[in-house]
DNA sequence: ATAAAGAGTAAGGTAATCGTAAGGTAAGCT
DNA sequence: AGCTTACCTTACGATTACCTTACTCTTTAT
């Protein structure tokens, strides 16, 4: 079914697998620049085949399945999926979803100068690099691993929300909880390094609910 | 009758069905774009009619009914419609309906691609990823954890009634009762934030009986 | 072995956000 | 027109999410 849409899209080699071994086999033959991947297969479930996909190729991923699973979603979502789309669907979906993905893939768009991991954040510059701290008197700190983490996952996403969970993720990899009062405490040591009033900070913003964001870094003074 | 009004508008390819059984057929031989379907029908209400279709495509559908009872209804079994009209109705009103239905459906508005937590309600412009609300007299507003959820939701069916049992549930999940009152009082703090004026909303919109819709968002300026 | 730095835990404090209630308004129905 | 219901609006009290500090434990270097 899927087949026969991308086909009247103009997509050539496309490759059908109608299982997770299948799928496995005709991937290292073919080595395709994208995989559909329903999560209901024959023999096994399309998160374990996602997992192994990802230990040997970081190609892009659509993840089909049935409709409204939030869980299976956010799962899918946090084993690295791509893009993410229910069935039923419209033709016309999945196929911008393909063509999005595929874009963004492979031809991504770095916006402006090259990622810098020097920024500053008022009169205090942050170099990512060597994970130092310089004050505008003169101070230094160097970053902790953690913070040096937590502050680079935040920088990524300048200007932008990023969620505790995500924030717990990057620090501490699977075994997210318990760990949300663990992160307060880092933030906390981080403004007290590079805001000028750690208890009424300025860049690194706290959203009740939702997480933090890093706001008014800039590339140069 | 209404195959006349489309008629008129230029619609071609215009398939009417006396009854359920008939319309399943025609619809598994024709898969039109657009279905528009009346509640009251000889063999059976529409209702399971437009269940079933849901279970095998999603197909856009505009809601057909007489009375107010059945709106309630719609609420009640959370089906996706995407959107309803009253008999009587003018053409001219149908017309439009269908043309919004068909456009957004078919055409929806992304240029890029990835920029789409972005939008525009006028001059305000709102970004989801910083959950920030900028107005044209340069205020800025951050948007609370609820009032996130709530906008995000809107935005992601953006055009289309979002029922009240739909939007409470993305707030606070399973125990969706006794919240309604809660949910108003949200909608009145976004529309402060949102709207020029907040009493006469021009963008987060009440339907009656239903719930609310966020209409006239656009990705630029 | 000892000191120092980093990481995590716990407990008390605070304020933004949320939820409730109560009175008011407007739309739809008989 | 009057009645009913659904929704609006406001203010206030409660909650909970987050802050903050001090202490412990682990690791690493001297």
Known sequence: MVKTILQKEGFRQIITAADC???????????????????????????????????????????????????????????????????????????????????????????GGDNRSRFYLGETEIDLDSGVVMRADGEQY??????????????????????????????????????ENTLMVHMRRLREKVEPDPSAPRYLLTVRGLGYKLDGAKDSK
Chains 1, 2 share one sequence.
Do not use: M
């Open 142 to 179: 160097t970053l902790t691993a953690k913070e040096f983490a937590l502050l680079e996952k935040l920088h990524e996403n300048a200007g932008k929300i990023v969620t505790i969970d995500s924030l717990c993720h990057t620090a501490w990899g699977e075994n997210i909880y318990r760990y």
């Open 21 to 111: 071994s299948q799928s496995r086999q005709s991937f290292k033959e073919e080595k395709p620049d994208c995989v559909i991947l329903d999560v209901s297969l024959p023999d096994g479930d399309g998160f374990t085949l996602l997992r192994e996909l990802r230990t040997e190729s970081p190609v892009p991923v659509l993840f089909l399945s049935a409709r409204d699973e939030d869980q299976a979603r956010l799962l899918g979502l946090g084993l690295g999926a791509d893009d993410y789309i229910t069935k039923p669907f419209l033709p016309l979906e999945l196929v911008l979803r393909i063509k999005a993905i595929l874009s963004r893939t492979y031809f991504p768009l770095d916006k």
